[in-house]
């Protein structure tokens, strides 16, 4: 009985072991646009950042003098910022394109969304409360009810007369 069950806890380890090896390479779409040149810009600034790192560990094991180290570090710090000014002159390019894109769908959404409601004609009309008339008023833009001192409509900003 015993000699079973190590038989079949083997199979089983060995199936899991083995069974990796027999699966395809299954690779993560994403369904994001990546610009390339945004892309080569993040490589490159990593490119720099590394190959930084690396010249201070050749400076602590003594393969660069420290003036060495210094004319190279300085060059690739002025590398590297001239790098991290492209991402944000290219982020700002796409941003902009991006947002104008989604703000000009979002007004058209909106747009498209409002029923075309006439506003009441009358801008003024009275009603009786308790003994005496008041005036109430309506926005002739939008033809929401405002108070008697506003001097623009709440809703939608027009100038009251």
Do not use: H
Request: charged share 25%.
């Amino acid at each position: 009985m015993w000699l079973l069950v190590g038989i079949a806890l083997f199979i089983i380890a060995a199936a899991m072991v083995i069974l990796p090896f027999f699966r395809t390479n299954q690779t993560v779409s994403l369904d994001v646009d990546v610009d390339p040149q945004l892309l080569a810009l993040y490589n490159r600034r990593d490119q720099l950042y590394q190959a930084i790192r690396e010249a201070r560990f050749d400076l602590d094991t003594g393969k660069l003098s420290p003036e060495d180290y210094e004319r190279q570090v300085a060059r690739l710090k002025r590398q590297a910022a001239s790098v991290l000014k492209a991402i944000d002159r290219r982020q700002k390019v796409l941003a902009s394109a991006d947002l104008d894109a989604e703000v000009e769908a979002m007004v058209r959404a909106e747009r498209q969304s409002r029923a075309v409601i006439p506003p009441p004609k009358p801008a003024m009309a009275t009603t009786a409360i308790g003994s005496g008339a008041s005036v109430v008023r309506y926005c002739p833009q939008c033809g929401t009810r405002v108070r008697a001192g506003d001097r623009f409509c709440p809703a939608c900003g027009v100038r009251l007369e």
